[in-house]
């Protein structure tokens, strides 16, 4: 079954709009981490959190860790219209399990 | 920008032909992987390695077989290609260790099978 759930699956906001996206786990884990997915491409890497860490920020991304509750969110603050793309969590237990990504959350910024 | 590259980026080709997509990073990551993606859809695990000499299966079950000689370098072959091949698949690597495992993607190729 899968590690990761994202929610909501598509999202579409107006540019300036703050967007967020949660994702959901079953088991411990090591780490949570975002990818960002733009249109046929590969996916890029944003931010990973520890799972002893609550909450980081990076330029306009935050993204915060609840243990007890299985569960992540990425807020990306003043979106704009280039932050358009499918996003993904993934989670990791140790270095000898796969990192499992969920199925994703599809944002849409309109100009 | 990641150092992993992936070729072809395209490839359309007939039923029963054996192809090879490649893959290769410079960034002498041990773990290496192959996922098959649909448009707008979730990334499906097909292979993965920890290292030279080591290659195993994903979640998904597929047909297709790979090999790690080389620490750089992680090809996926598809013996009699199907339509049902037809998807993009994409190719990623990271370190080791757990604490610094944010996997690296190349571009993807995305293949269609006639």
């Known amino acids: 079954s899968q590690q990761g759930e994202e929610d909501p699956q598509a999202l579409s906001i107006q540019e300036g709009e703050n967007a967020t996206m949660n994702c959901s786990y079953k088991?411990?884990?090591?780490?949570l981490q975002w990818y960002r997915q733009n249109s046929g491409r590969g996916l890029v890497h944003l931010i990973l959190?520890?799972?002893?860490?609550r909450e980081k920020h990076s330029g306009r991304l935050r993204v915060t860790l609840d243990t007890s509750k299985k569960s992540s969110s990425l807020l990306i603050t003043a979106s704009r219209a280039a932050d358009t793309a499918s996003y993904f969590c993934?989670?990791?237990?140790?270095?000898?399990?796969?990192?499992?990504f969920g199925p994703g959350t599809s944002l849409s910024v309109i100009p | 920008e990641a150092d992993i590259y992936q070729t072809p980026r395209y490839l359309v080709i007939g039923t029963g032909k054996k192809i090879t997509l490649e893959c290769s990073q410079t960034?002498?990551?041990?773990?290496m992987y192959w996922y098959q993606q649909d448009p707008g859809m979730e990334l499906h695990l097909i292979h993965y390695?920890?290292?030279?000499?080591?290659?195993e299966k994903g979640d998904l079950s597929s047909e297709s077989t790979v090999s790690r000689i080389r620490t750089e370098h992680f090809p996926l072959t598809l013996e009699s290609a199907r339509p049902s091949h037809t998807s993009q698949y994409l190719c990623?690597?990271?370190?080791?260790?757990?604490?610094?495992?944010?996997?690296?993607f190349g571009p993807g190729t995305r293949l269609t099978v006639l």
């Open positions: 960034m002498g990551h041990d773990k």
């Open positions: 990623a690597s990271s370190e080791w260790t757990v604490a610094r495992n944010e996997q690296f």
């Open positions: 390695s920890y290292g030279v000499n080591s290659t």
């Open positions: 088991t411990s884990i090591n780490n």
């Open positions: 959190i520890r799972s002893n860490e």
């Open positions: 993934a989670t990791v237990k140790t270095s000898y399990d796969k990192v499992i």
